[in-house]
C-alpha cells in the first residue's frame, strides 16, 4: 500500500536501448506502441493498482512571481532544459518490489521494429501520510 | 449523512451489523462474494430509507432486504443464462448466533491468500460496512480502482469455506494497518480499527488482540497533542500532556493489565506497555526510561525487528545517556528508514550541535513522509540558527 510516480521522459533519462526516434517508425509500430500504453493502463485498472496517468505536452512555460501588483514573468520553454516530463502512471502496490516489476513491464512498450524500447523510467515514491505509531 | 429535516441513520450501528447479516446469507447458501454485494446494497436501502422509515428490529430489516436482493441477483443471473431458475427456499427465519459469522468474517477477509492492500479493503467493507467509495477516499485512490481491487480479494477467496477459523496474527495485522493509516478523507481509519479490534476482542479469547486494542486506545489517546493546528508534527517530548485523552489512556491501561496478566507475551502486548510507559509519565521527565528499554528488549526478543532496535537505541539513549544510544545505534543497518533522524537526535543530545544540523538535514531528505521532513528541516533550521 505505497503510491509510486513512474515518470516518463522525453529527454534527461539515461538512453534506451532501442534509441529510435518515434517519428522513425513505421505507422503500424505506432499503433502497436499505443495499444501497449493502453493495455498496460487497463490491467493496471483490473488488479486495482491504477491511480492515475497523464501525457503531457513537451512544450510548456515556465511562471514566476514579479512582485506586489504586476503579472507573473512567463519565460520558456527553454530547449536547453534538461529533464522535461512527457507524461506518467501513478500506481497503488503492495511493495516496492511490485512497482519495480510494473516499470519492467511498462519500459519493454515496443518501438522500432516491434522491439522493447527498454527506455529508462523514473520510480518515485510518494511522501505518505504520517502514520499514527511511528513517534 | 444528516439531511436538512431528515433524522440521521446511526451509521456505526448499521455499520456493526454488516458481517452478521452477511454470515447469515452465507448460512442460507449464498455465496460471500453474492452476499457482501447483497449486503452493501441493503446498507445504501437503509441509509436511504430509515430516517422516515426507522425499522424496529434493524438486523432483521437487514437480513430480509439484503436476502430479496440477493434472489434477485440470482434470478437475474439465471434469467441472463436462460436457465432454469434454481429454486432458492425461503428459510424459517430463526434465532441467529452472530458472533461465529462475524468471526469467522474477520478470519475470511484477512485471509493468508490475500495481499495487505486487498485484505484491508475487504475488511473494511464485509466487516466495517464501509462503502467502496469511502475506502478508495480513504486510501485516496480512485473509486474504480478500489472496486477491482474488492472484487479481486473476493474472488480469491470464493474457494475458502467460512466456518473455520483462521489464524488470529493474520487478522491483527490487518487492523493494526488500518489504524496505522490514520485520517484522510471523510472516514477515521484509526477509529474504525479501534471499533474492529474491539468487536474481536468481544468475540474471541487472546491476549494479542487484547494488546493490539490497548496499543491502538493509548496512541489515539494522544492523538489531538501529535500535531499543531497547522497540521505540523509535535515529537512526544513536546506534546502538551493536558492534550491527551485521559479516559481512553485508563481504558488502554487496563486491557493492557488483563492480557498482560494471561502471561503469554507477544509483539501487540510489549508495544502497548511502552506506550503506557509514557502515557504514565506527567512530564517527559518523569518517563521511566529504564522499563522502556526493557519492554524493547521483550520486543527485539520477540519480533527481531530492525525498527524496534531503532527505537531502543532512542530509549537506550535517554536511559543511559546520548553516548550509550550511540553505541546501540552503531550496532544497525544504517540504511534503516529513519536511521539518520535518530542518529541526529543523539548527536544534538551529545552536545555535538554541527553534526546534529548536517544529520537533520539528510534525514529530511530521506523522510518517508511530508510532516516528518518538514519536523527534520525545522530541527535542522533551528540549531543552524544557533550555531550562526
Redesign the interface.
Known amino acids: 500500500m505505497a503510491k509510486y510516480l513512474l515518470l516518463k521522459h522525453y529527454r534527461g533519462a539515461p538512453t534506451p536501448v532501442n534509441d529510435v526516434p518515434m517519428d522513425k517508425w513505421t505507422p503500424e509500430e505506432v499503433s502497436a506502441h499505443m495499444t501497449f500504453m493502453h493495455d498496460f493502463a487497463t490491467r493496471l485498472e483490473r488488479t486495482g493498482e491504477f491511480v492515475d496517468g497523464q501525457a503531457l505536452s513537451p512544450e510548456g512555460t515556465f511562471v514566476r512571481y514579479d512582485g506586489e501588483g504586476r503579472p507573473p514573468v512567463t519565460d520558456g520553454p527553454f530547449p536547453e532544459t534538461k529533464d522535461l516530463i512527457a507524461g506518467w502512471y501513478v500506481i497503488d502496490v503492495d511493495s516496492y518490489e511490485r512497482a519495480v516489476e510494473l516499470a519492467g513491464e511498462l519500459s519493454a512498450a515496443p518501438g522500432a521494429g516491434g522491439k522493447p524500447i527498454h527506455e529508462w523510467l523514473e520510480l518515485r515514491p510518494f511522501l505518505v501520510e504520517h502514520s499514527t505509531v511511528t513517534e | 449523512m444528516t439531511a436538512a429535516g431528515q433524522s440521521a441513520v446511526d451509521e456505526t450501528l448499521l455499520r456493526s451489523l454488516t458481517p452478521a447479516v452477511i454470515g447469515v446469507l452465507v448460512r442460507r447458501g449464498a455465496d460471500f462474494a453474492a452476499a457482501e454485494d447483497a449486503v452493501q446494497e441493503a446498507l445504501v436501502e437503509a441509509v436511504r430509507s430509515w430516517p422516515d422509515d426507522p425499522p424496529r428490529d434493524p438486523k432483521g430489516w437487514l437480513v430480509t432486504v439484503a436476502w430479496r436482493r440477493f434472489l434477485d441477483g440470482v434470478r437475474a443471473e439465471a434469467a441472463r443464462l436462460d436457465r432454469e431458475a434454481r429454486v432458492w427456499q425461503e428459510p424459517v427465519p430463526g434465532p441467529v448466533t452472530s458472533v461465529d459469522d462475524t468471526l469467522a468474517l474477520y478470519f475470511l477477509c484477512a485471509h493468508p491468500s490475500l ?4 485484505a ?2 475487504l475488511t473494511l467493507r464485509a466487516v466495517g460496512g464501509l462503502t467502496t467509495r469511502q475506502i478508495a477516499q480513504a ?4 473509486e ?7 472484487s ?1 480479494a473476493k474472488r480469491t477467496v470464493s474457494d475458502v469455506r467460512l466456518d473455520r477459523a483462521g489464524d488470529v496474527a493474520t487478522v491483527l495485522r490487518v487492523l493494526y ?1 488500518v ?4 485520517y ?1 478523507g471523510d472516514v477515521d481509519l ?1 477509529a474504525e480499527a479501534i471499533r474492529l479490534t474491539r468487536e474481536l476482542a468481544a468475540r474471541i479469547e487472546h491476549e494479542e488482540v487484547l494488546g493490539l486494542l490497548a ?1 491502538m486506545l493509548l ?2 489517546a ?2 489531538p497533542a ?2 499543531r493546528p497547522d497540521g505540523s ?1 509535535v ?2 517530548a513536546e506534546q502538551d500532556r493536558s492534550l491527551w485523552d485521559t479516559r481512553m489512556v485508563a481504558e488502554g491501561v487496563e486491557i493492557l493489565q488483563g492480557a498482560l496478566a494471561r502471561d503469554r507475551l507477544g509483539e501487540f502486548q510489549a ?1 502497548a506497555a511502552i506506550a503506557a510507559l509514557h502515557a504514565d509519565a506527567r512530564t517527559v521527565e518523569e518517563t521511566d526510561w529504564v522499563q522502556v528499554v526493557e519492554w524493547y528488549d521483550e520486543l527485539v526478543r520477540l519480533t527481531d525487528s530492525p525498527v524496534a532496535r531503532l527505537n531502543r537505541a532512542v530509549a537506550v539513549g535517554e536511559a543511559d545517556g546520548a553516548r550509550a544510544g550511540l553505541a546501540a545505534l552503531a550496532e544497525l543497518d544504517p540504511s534503516l528508514p ?1 536511521h539518520t533522524a535518530v542518529e541526529a537526535h543523539l548527536h544534538e543530545k551529545d552536545g555535538d550541535l554541527v553534526g546534529a544540523a548536517r544529520l537533520y538535514a539528510a534525514a529530511a531528505r530521506q ?7 518538514d519536523h527534520l528541516t525545522r530541527q535542522a533550521a533551528r540549531l543552524n540558527a544557533v550555531l550562526g
Open positions: 495481499t495487505p492492500a486487498s484491508v479493503a486510501y485516496l485512490v480512485p474504480a480502482t478500489m472496486a477491482q481491487r474488492i479481486r494497518l489504524f496505522n493509516e490514520g484522510s484509526a496499543l496512541h489515539h494522544r492523538r501529535r500535531s508534527l515529537p512526544l508495544q529513519r523522510a518517508p513522509s511530508a510532516a516528518e521532513r
